[in-house]
């Protein structure tokens, strides 16, 4: 969400590109790797092959394939971010021309012109099966251009449909979960999370507390509230996250917040505001279980605060490092006892 603020923020037309089988086009193999061949190769009995590539499935394909990635876009000019290695950046003259977010094999980006000329030689270095620009699909997200500069955001149908309610299989009253049943909790709620802390904000907190509460107690009865979440989610697409051109001065705004109950949560909320005006553009949220037992409502609440202020510090900087520095930031609590602290 921060790359696509920052990119319409500059007027630079919002682009996607994807990588035809990208860990093929990682460098070759240091060391040596043997698989034995598909029954569909039709080979002799015993033969084994050796990997020249970091195949998709082997421990450290993924690595590879970022280190060629990085070396790639290094060698054109780009820069890699201190504070987000998996962002890249295009600077000239002292000033952001470009920036790029990867995400394996999908890239996110926008530039000006110039930025343009270096797009046409990554893909003489780097085979590119797709490059659309405006409206497209991205990381499971259904990205649109709208009226005005502005950025609807859903989830793709594909990822909504692909969550099922679990099956409720009876018995005695208070019967603890199998470790089939918690399998698939998990999977299921991850699988929501994911997508939750991208742009369902208002689902964080109530899958979190679901997972905390199955791991204390792993009841049965919580079987149902996975349902319920599910059926939230797969209603999202009458949530729309919109996201619109920022100008002038940008203001970093981050809200942290506590249970001081037995789910132990602790979470936050970032958003860019475009200074004395009510435009806000969300930029992402998470709601964890706390890594430490607190023992009343203000110890609860001051870990939150020092959880999102961490957040909102490493966003600062990676402002700062992209030439928006000084950029204004706000720490909000809704806990009056900590706020007379401060």
């Known amino acids: 969400m921060m790359t696509i603020t920052i990119i319409i923020s500059n007027d630079w037309v919002l682009n996607s590109m994807d990588v035809e089988k990208a860990f093929l086009q990682s460098k070759s193999l240091k060391r040596e790797v043997s698989v034995q061949p598909p029954k569909e190769a039709a080979v002799d009995s015993g033969t084994v092959w050796r990997l020249k590539k970091a195949a998709y499935g082997l421990g450290g394909a993924a690595k590879e394939w970022y280190e060629t990635l990085s070396k790639v876009l290094l060698s054109m000019g780009l820069k890699k971010s201190r504070n987000d290695p998996a962002l890249f950046y295009y600077e000239k003259n002292g000033k952001v021309k470009e920036i790029m977010a990867v995400h394996v094999d999908d890239f996110l980006f926008g530039g000006d012109k110039d930025f343009e000329n270096l797009m046409g030689v990554l893909k003489k270095k780097i085979v590119i099966s797709t490059h659309i620009k405006n409206c497209f699909k991205f990381c499971g997200l259904q990205i649109i251009t709208k009226e005005y500069k502005t950025f609807e955001i859903t989830l793709a149908d594909s990822k909504v449909n692909s969550i099922e309610k679990m099956n409720r299989i009876m018995g005695p009253r208070g019967r603890k979960i199998t ?164």
């Open 179 to 342: 470790s089939f049943e918690e399998t698939m909790v998990r999977s299921r709620i991850g699988s929501m999370q994911w997508f939750a802390a991208t742009c369902r904000p208002d689902l964080c907190v109530m899958l979190n507390s679901i997972l905390a509460r199955v791991n204390s107690t792993k009841d049965y009865s919580y079987i149902s509230s996975v349902n319920t979440a599910v059926d939230r989610f797969q209603r999202c697409q009458e949530n729309k996250l919109m996201l619109v051109p920022l100008k002038g001065k940008i203001c970093i705004e981050a809200y942290g917040d506590s249970a001081f109950d037995e789910s132990n949560q602790i979470g936050y909320c970032l958003v860019l505001r475009q200074e004395k005006t009510q435009k806000v553009n969300f930029i992402g949220c998470r709601s964890i279980k706390s890594d430490r037992k607190a023992w009343s409502t203000l110890a609860a609440e001051t870990h939150a605060m020092q959880y999102v202020m961490d957040r909102a510090i490493g966003m600062k900087a990676l402002f700062h490092e992209l030439g928006l520095k000084n950029t204004p930031t706000t720490i909000l609590t809704d806990n009056l006892s900590l706020n007379k602290v401060l």
